[in-house]
């Protein structure tokens, strides 16, 4: 196992030769610095596990240094060091970042006893961070399919704002997958560990709604025999994600406004406050602003929740996601069956990609699992895919859309079409197109098409 690594910065040469031998004897690896700049280039160069820092070194002060080396490696753990400790000087140490302080002159046995714990305390921050990487990448490519660029750059937003606890609201039509990217972002959280607990708002009627999300005390109200925890102070520590929160009734925006604002709520028949340490994750599929002119949604509450906004594409406008999302539930739904359905015949493929999904990813779990169910054989033929009317292939939707969409949907579509014919194979897709390669490749680009979707599956050549 490598050595731990101490940096010790003091201006004092014979207490850094003494602390040098008494660390090296306990099998330290030790870096010395007697200068602000010397102990920034120890913790460049070196990397140290921990640093013990005088207070005072000449006429620079430990704090500062403190606050420095912490900027260059935030995982570092430092104790500072002190010929006259006193709370206030604790507390300022505390504050800006040290895991603990000493007094001079030192006892060698409490300062190995202390390294060895601020160690212990470092490696268990190590590994936890260790660990919710591990979880969000594993969170990510399991349970999230992003093959679709639209989707690449959702997925991109919530790497980048899980590490914060400002207030998320994600936009999507219903069956997009709402609750999925809240929970990407708890598990890719520091929350991770604490609890995520979920509401549909829309679900519950307004009386029962207040009481689910403040809880009661005993005696709040009749019936009300025991203390009951509100999903607020169930999601203390962690993440409350608030489902189709345009439903919230107005008398509860004004309550749950006063949560964001304050941290703190009262539950029924509770004279006192309760304090919450809560990261918000909200959902909708309505327009918020919509209902925020309609006088229906507190405006106020509006910019409180739209700090920063997540819109998921619906899966009409991400047909890349499509084939792979399909492949995704056959291989679930086929082992909780325990049914040999391996793939589908070209024939059913395109009839998944020219669909139009009102359901979106919801719709087509459910559509994938129907056929799972009822298939004799091990590939999925079109006459299991029980599609709804809105085939875009149909157009008898009454609502006309424009030439140019018309053109565009009408090539996609060819191109489809054209792509399942001979099993996804390009060459041979351009020649029957009239094109030559690289302008099919390009016309694939923008339709946001993935030719091997298209390529024979293996159950297909088991039945061959």
Not at 205 to 216: I, Q, R, T, V, Y
Not at 258 to 266: I, M, S
Not at 348 to 356: E, N, P, V
Request: proline share 4%; hydrophobic share 40%; glycine share 6%.
């Amino acid at each position: 196992m490598a050595k731990a690594k101490i940096l010790v910065v003091d201006d004092d040469p014979s207490l850094l030769n003494m602390l040098k031998l008494h660390l090296e004897a306990a099998n330290y690896e030790v870096i010395l610095a007697e200068t602000e700049s010397e102990a920034v280039t120890g913790t460049t160069k070196e990397i140290p596990d921990l640093a013990i820092v005088d207070l005072r070194i000449g006429e620079e002060s430990g704090i500062e240094v403190l606050e420095k080396l912490r900027h260059l490696q935030p995982a570092l753990s430092v104790i500072i060091a002190t010929a006259h400790a006193t709370i206030d000087t604790a507390v300022q140490a505390t504050k800006k970042g040290a895991y603990d302080y000493i007094t001079k002159p030192f006892d060698t046995v409490d300062l190995l006893h202390r390294l060895e714990k601020a160690l212990e305390v470092r490696s268990l921050r190590v590994e936890l961070e260790r660990l919710r990487t591990q979880v969000l990448e594993r969170y990510q490519f399991d349970e999230i399919i992003a093959c679709s660029e639209q989707m690449r750059n959702v997925l991109h937003q919530v790497v980048q704002i899980a590490s914060t606890d400002s207030t998320v609201c994600v936009y999507g039509e219903s069956g997009t997958g709402k609750e999925l990217i809240a929970k990407a972002l708890h598990v890719a959280s520091r929350r991770a560990l604490g609890p995520f607990v979920a509401i549909n708002c829309g679900a519950i009627p307004e009386g029962l709604l207040e009481n689910e999300l403040f809880g009661h005390t005993k005696g709040a109200y009749t019936g009300a025999d025991r203390t009951k925890k509100g999903l607020l102070q169930q999601a203390d520590g962690g993440t409350l994600f608030l489902d189709e929160i345009g439903e919230l009734p107005t008398a509860l925006q004004v309550k749950f406004l006063r949560v964001l604002q304050e941290r703190e709520f009262y539950p029924l028949g509770v004279g006192q406050p309760i304090k919450v340490n809560i990261r918000l994750v909200a959902a909708t599929n309505q327009d918020l602003q919509k209902l925020v002119s309609q006088g229906k949604f507190r405006e106020d509450l509006y910019y409180r929740i739209h700090v920063l906004p997540i819109i998921l594409p619906p899966l009409r406008e991400r047909p890349a996601d499509i084939a792979p999302l399909a492949r995704h539930f056959l291989q679930h739904f086929a082992q909780e069956t325990n049914k040999e359905v391996q793939g589908f015949t070209p024939e059913a493929l395109q009839r998944l990609m020219l669909y139009g999904w009102p359901g979106n990813v919801r719709e087509l779990a459910n559509i994938i699992e129907r056929a799972v169910v009822l298939s004799p054989n091990s590939l999925i033929t079109p006459d299991l895919l029980l599609l709804g009317k809105t085939e875009i292939l149909s157009f008898r939707s009454p609502d006309l859309c424009t030439l140019r969409e018309a053109r565009e949907r009408f090539e996609r579509n060819y191109l489809v079409q054209v792509l399942s014919a001979v099993k996804g194979h390009v060459s041979r897709a351009a020649n029957l197109a009239g094109k030559d390669r690289a302008e099919f490749y390009r016309l694939l680009r923008r339709h946001a098409i993935v030719p091997s979707t298209f390529k024979e599956e293996k159950g297909e050549r088991m039945t061959a």
